[in-house]
């Protein structure tokens, strides 16, 4: 690790606001920013903008070309340690050395198996002085790219919660009231999120209840995977989800005890539909995980139902969680329910405790509209 000054500092603070531009549009790749200084003089800059389209270093150099600037002999600050292999884009070590740059300042690591150091060894070989940051700048690297560092290490999506919920702790509204906890802004903030993350899971209760789309609404937003934890293949064929399949793909996690012709008539819809083989709530979760993971998911939303959050809450399974808080009192809970995070099996309906304790590593709130967000992070990766 390099002790940076504070001007290496102020440009990968720009090359992480950079890489910001490709969020919910590049994955399963990593956002990667990137700035060109020379003299003291910014003279490119770039991200990756698009799955398939430049990575950041490539984009940086050609923003320094369409400036008319020649980048030899620059410094390169990327928020990610540049690729050395063939993707859908060529090595981004390649254009590095061919422009000549003499030094590149490095926010993380690539914790993938076709990275790990590849890259900045390439680099050094080749006569660049190589130099890793430390501190602030790292940390919000790693944090900048959470979903692709999980992938990359467990082949598992990093697993985002969200919840909303009265100041009195409910999570639902009585029968025949709005259904909506959360206000305006935040329901807005939620579709941003959907677009921003490669699946979108809920459990059968809330889809049966609420019969939702589980779509991203914001113009011009990447439409997520839908996911459906459904035991015992009861999503109906005539439900908005099986009806906009043109949308976006639609899987339907079952049990062993789901009944095939149900699983035939959902499959011969267009529906994949994936058949654990545990009754375990904890090992179905983790098979299923495993499962999209294999698929390219490396994030996955999960909204909708207190029983399959506290089934993942209870698995372990869950590395972030969204919590808004509304202003209201909903009054007393249904005494038949439970706290989001006590664990019923997803099979046969048998309440069982909850076997795990998640502990935030840090936490953050935030105002929005009347609500309070409440941001904790359980995982580093």
């Known amino acids: 690790m390099t002790i940076l000054t504070d001007i290496d500092r102020e440009h990968l603070r720009r090359a992480l606001a950079l890489a910001e531009g490709g969020r919910g ?37 050609e923003d320094c070309r369409a ?22 884009q060529p090595p981004c070590v390649e254009a590095i050395l061919a422009a000549g740059i003499g030094r590149v300042v490095i926010a993380s690591d ?59 702790g409910q999570t639902t509204t009585a029968a025949g009231d709005s259904p909506w906890i959360s206000g305006e802004r935040s329901r807005e903030l939620v579709h941003r999120w959907r677009g921003e993350h490669d699946a979108i899971a809920a459990g059968v209760g809330t889809v049966l209840a609420d ?13 997520p995977r839908r996911v459906v ?3 015992r293949a009861r999503l109906p064929l005539d439900s908005r989800l099986v009806g906009s399949l043109e949308q976006s793909p639609l899987t339907v996690v079952a049990g062993p005890e789901a009944p095939p012709a149900r699983v035939a008539a959902l499959r011969e819809a267009g ?36 029983t399959l959050a506290g089934a993942f809450a209870a698995a372990g399974q869950i590395d972030e969680s969204r919590t808004f808080i509304a202003p209201m009192l909903l009054g007393p809970p249904d005494p038949q329910d439970r706290s989001p995070f006590v664990n019923q099996r997803l099979t046969s309906g048998e309440r069982t405790p909850a076997v795990a304790r998640l502990e935030a590593l840090a936490t953050t709130t935030e105002t929005v509209g009347a609500d309070t967000l409440l941001t904790a992070r359980f995982k580093e990766w």
């Open 271 to 306: 529906v994949e539909v994936f058949l654990g083989d545990s009754f375990d709530p904890g090992e179905q979760i983790g098979t299923a995980l495993a499962m999209l993971g294999r698929r390219g998911v490396t994030s996955l939303f999960l909204e909708g139902g207190k």
């Open 67 to 88: 400036r008319g600037e020649d980048p030899r002999g620059a410094t390169l600050y990327v928020t990610l340690e540049p690729c050395a292999h063939q993707g859908r």
């Open 25 to 61: 549009r590049v994955s399963p790749n990593p956002l990667v920013g990137a700035v060109v200084v020379r003299d003291g003089e910014v003279i490119g800059e770039g991200f990756h903008a698009a799955l398939g389209e430049l990575h950041g270093e490539r984009a940086a150099l």
């Open 229 to 231: 934890f459904d035991s």
């Open 211 to 223: 019969d939702p789309l589980l779509t991203a609404r914001e113009p011009d937003a990447r439409q």
């Open 110 to 168: 690539d914790p993938s198996e076709k990275a790990a150091g590849r890259g900045p060894g390439i680099l050094r070989d080749g006569g660049v002085a190589i130099e890793t940051a430390a501190g602030a700048e790292a940390a919000a690297a790693r944090l900048l790219n959470q979903p692709f560092r999980k992938h990359s290490r467990t082949g598992l999506p990093h697993v985002v919660l969200k919840l909303a919920m009265s100041l009195d």
